[in-house]
């Protein structure tokens, strides 16, 4: 959540994509907030993984390791022609 604060602050449009299951992503819906700080309203948050990819130039991925090899199975199902993928 900070990564996409802080690329929001110096001037990108971000879409933060959460987790369907995260408890953090009916948290930050609802309010913008998580327990470390609010976001701006101009970050678009959701679990909608293909939209999110759609609308990407660049795909930031800060996620647990855990659940990394599935998120990236899961990103792989989408158009990445042109997209940089930072993790």
Do not use: F
Not at 49 to 58: D, F, K, S, W
């Amino acid at each position: 959540s900070c990564i996409a604060w802080y690329l929001d602050k110096i001037g990108h449009d971000v879409i933060s994509c959460v987790l369907e299951n995260a408890p953090e992503l009916i948290q930050l819906k609802a309010t913008h907030k998580n327990d470390y700080l609010t976001y701006p309203q101009s970050i678009e948050v959701t679990s909608d993984l293909e939209h999110a990819v759609e609308h990407a130039e660049v795909i930031v991925i800060s996620i647990s390791s855990q659940y990394l090899r599935s998120y990236m199975e899961d990103i792989a199902k989408n158009n990445l022609e042109g997209k940089t993928i930072i993790g």
